[in-house]
């Protein structure tokens, strides 16, 4: 295991000698003080009035030894903070000066429930649930001042990570983690109290995130020129691509070879239609500078504008003819005042157009994944044609898909992506599904495929050889093991609970990314068939039979049951 040192700072060690001189010459000065003789008194008469008098003068003299008492302590405190300040932190000393010491959340930060950085830096009040953040009377931040930050701030990161070049796992989280707290945290905390009202003009944010993917501009001219609404479609673009001293991905027998820039896709499609530019939206981060394609999709919720509708795809897809409008059309025929339709797109040499007339795909087994590189994080494999008549309606479903999931936009408010989440290629799927059916939603399969998805893009270059590139190689997989922590408390792993995660940073303000208040999750993982203790599947039935979920059978008779 490779250690970052830390330049260390000579101290001549003064401080507690000075401090223990001043305390013994101040209590010495003090006692003399009291000792010595006051001024000259009246003298005591004890005459037959002697008790009276004796008494008065009694308790002069109890207020004068009080009052000298007072000033030995005042002397005492005045003199012992000054010596501290001396040795506090400037920061430190100023909070102490201004009353800003924590004190009473200390036993929280103790058992780790929260870390100071986030009692500094956070302005969430602690007991508030995701989705309950309060409106701010500022207006909603400029698109240029969000992309603005974010660009800034991805620079920021990478600058500062770059002294973790040879840190392992565990520093390299802490390097993120820290600059996270004190910037994207908070700023996310002001973007949510200000984000714009959603429309009602039948707009679509189109949510993509691309990482040196070649069918950028494909996935961008398909959208567009199948849309029935096109003027209506709103593209958040997360371009990932390398501009110098580029390199492909790992090649027949494992060579890496040196190779071109990346095509700038957001460029040339602004080239070939300028008019369309205005409605595409983009953040450019240079490969190094990549954090995974759950931290692109965070980003890319940044730049929804209040449309409507939102819908998240992957850079390599194909579209079927009015894609947009059947998918908004699936959404208001679901039994559901929250629905969110979602699956795995058919593979992209399929037509589309073709398939307009047979039921779309469902997706329904969950599997435990067996790889250790995957943490034993629920991954979803269970994708299949289950249903032999199209129906209006869509069937119940369990889990949402990132490459496809469309939903009414304002979830991006209620189950806000997490910023605390970088490096992870899996469990993306699971914390979204969760997080979604316990705020409300229903997740739905679609009645019919309206995009296609490129499976298979063997050689091509992936995030985490990046990730090797930027710090050591083999750092991916024990990183993102140990960040998928965060996700595996939410979901109740008993190995990642509070108390037995080691680094209780990996929990930084989960309570404001987690699950809704609306369903509790033990009910969802019944539902699914999944224990997260025992690590076994159920088979359900419902999804394979599209039939609803128990707890639903209300809606049995919109599926001829």
């Known amino acids: 295991m490779t250690t970052v040192r830390r330049p260390t700072h000579r101290s001549s060690n003064t401080g507690p000698k000075t401090l223990l001189i001043t305390i013994f010459v101040v209590l010495f000065v003090g006692i003399v003080y009291i000792a010595l003789p006051s001024e000259p008194d009246e003298a005591v008469a004890l005459d037959a ?40 932190p400037t920061r430190l000393r100023e909070a102490r000066d201004k009353h800003e010491i924590v004190g009473e959340r200390l036993s929280k930060i103790k058992d780790g429930s929260e870390t100071v950085q986030e009692l500094l830096y956070g302005e969430q009040p602690v007991g508030h649930s995701p989705g309950e953040e309060e409106y701010s009377d500022k207006p909603p931040m400029a698109m240029d001042e969000i992309i603005d930050y974010l660009t800034n701030w991805i620079h920021l990161l990478h600058d500062t990570l770059k002294q973790y070049k040879t840190a392992n796992y565990e520093q390299i989280w802490q390097g993120y983690h820290d600059l996270t707290v004190k910037t994207l945290y908070p700023w996310d905390r002001e973007y949510l109290k200000r984000m714009p009202q959603r429309r009602h003009d039948g707009s679509i944010f189109l949510s993509v995130a691309t990482y040196r993917d070649e069918n950028c501009m494909n996935t961008l001219r398909g959208a567009y020129d199948n849309a029935a609404n096109p003027e209506k479609l709103f593209v958040g673009l997360v371009q990932q691509n390398c501009e110098k001293e580029c390199k492909t991905g790992v090649l027949e027998g494992g060579k890496i070879a040196d190779a071109d820039p990346d095509p700038d896709c957001h460029k040339i499609y602004c080239e070939e239609q300028p008019a369309r530019c205005k409605q595409i939206r983009a953040l450019h981060i240079d490969e190094p500078e990549s954090l995974g394609p759950y931290a692109a999709r965070y980003f890319a919720s940044k730049l929804w504008d209040g449309e409507e509708w939102f819908m998240q795809i992957d850079a390599h897809m194909t579209f079927g003819k009015n894609w947009d409008a059947i998918s908004i059309v699936g959404l208001k025929n679901a039994p559901s005042k929250k629905p969110v339709l979602s699956h795995y797109p058919p593979g992209h040499t399929m037509d589309l157009n073709l398939m307009a007339d047979k039921p779309g795909s ?50 991006l408010k209620e189950v806000p992506f997490d910023p605390f989440l970088p490096w992870i290629f899996m469990g993306e799927e699971i914390i979204m599904s969760t997080r979604l059916w316990t705020s409300g939603y229903d997740i739905f399969s679609p009645a019919q495929s309206v995009v296609g998805h490129i499976y298979v893009r063997r050689h091509k270059p992936k995030f985490w050889e990046s990730v090797h590139r930027t710090f050591t190689m083999g750092v991916h997989n024990p990183l993102q093991m140990m960040i998928l922590d965060r996700v595996k408390y939410q979901l109740g792993y008993p190995e990642a609970a509070r108390d037995v995660i080691p680094l209780k940073s990996l929990l930084t303000a989960v309570e404001q990314y987690t699950m809704g208040t609306t369903r509790p999750l033990e009910q969802y993982m019944r539902m699914v068939g999944l224990n997260a203790t025992t690590k ?17 059978e209300e809606f049995n008779h919109l599926y001829n049951l």
């Not at 009276?52 to 003299?61: C, D, I, R, S, T």
């Not at 249903?387 to 990132?402: I, Q």
């Not at 076994?536 to 639903?552: A, D, S, V, Y």
């Open 49 to 88: 009035d002697g008790k009276n008098v004796f008494l008065k003068e009694a308790g002069k003299l109890r207020i004068s030894v009080e009052h000298k008492k007072q000033q030995l302590r005042e002397a005492l405190a005045e003199s012992l903070g000054k010596q501290v300040s001396q040795h506090l």
């Open 362 to 411: 469902r997706l329904c087994g969950p599997i435990f994944a067996p790889s250790d590189l995957e943490s034993q994080i629920v991954r979803l494999e269970g994708n299949g044609m289950y249903d032999h008549v199209k129906m209006d309606t869509p069937r119940f479903a369990p889990f949402t898909a990132a490459g496809y999931f469309v939903a009414h936009s304002s979830f």
């Open 536 to 552: 076994e599947i159920t088979f359900t039935g419902w999804c394979e039979n599209g039939h609803p979920p128990p707890g639903f």
